[in-house]
């Protein structure tokens, strides 16, 4: 089965800054645009960036717009999401996936995504 193979996360203090990273093992979902879900703990999981394969336009949910950067590396076949100034109010687990689309305005909701990684625990605390 295919599967996206997440790396980073971890605890940091309030402004803090940690990377995630996505990376696909085979070329199976190289057509696929790439998102990230964040989901915090007894809340549903939320769409918050994304990052489309061909143009790289890319897409930000207001509360991580100017704090989070999301990129993409074609040849190493692999995403990445800097977090920057983090914020209590991010803690949860983040996931990524492989998506049918990604534009300026958004991302499919979770229950339309393809493929996922296992999941990153997130904690910002002091």
């Known amino acids: 089965q295919v599967q996206l193979v997440q790396s980073g996360g971890g605890s940091v203090q309030p402004g803090g800054s940690l990377t995630l990273s996505c990376a696909t093992p085979?070329?199976?979902?190289?057509?696929?645009?790439r998102g990230w879900y964040r989901q915090a703990p007894g809340k549903e999981r939320e769409g918050i960036s994304c990052i489309n394969r061909s143009d790289g336009t890319k897409y930000y949910v207001d509360s991580v717009k100017g704090r989070f950067t999301v990129s993409r590396d074609n040849a190493k076949n692999t995403v990445y999401l800097k977090m920057d100034n983090l914020k209590p109010e991010d803690t949860g687990t983040y996931y990524c996936?492989?998506?049918?689309?990604?534009?300026?305005?958004?991302?499919?909701?979770?229950?339309?995504?393809?493929?996922w990684g296992q999941g990153s625990q997130v904690t910002v605390s002091s």
């Open positions: 085979t070329s199976t979902l190289e057509y696929y645009d």
């Open positions: 996936a492989a998506v049918g689309f990604c534009t300026e305005y958004g991302l499919p909701r979770h229950h339309s995504a393809d493929y």
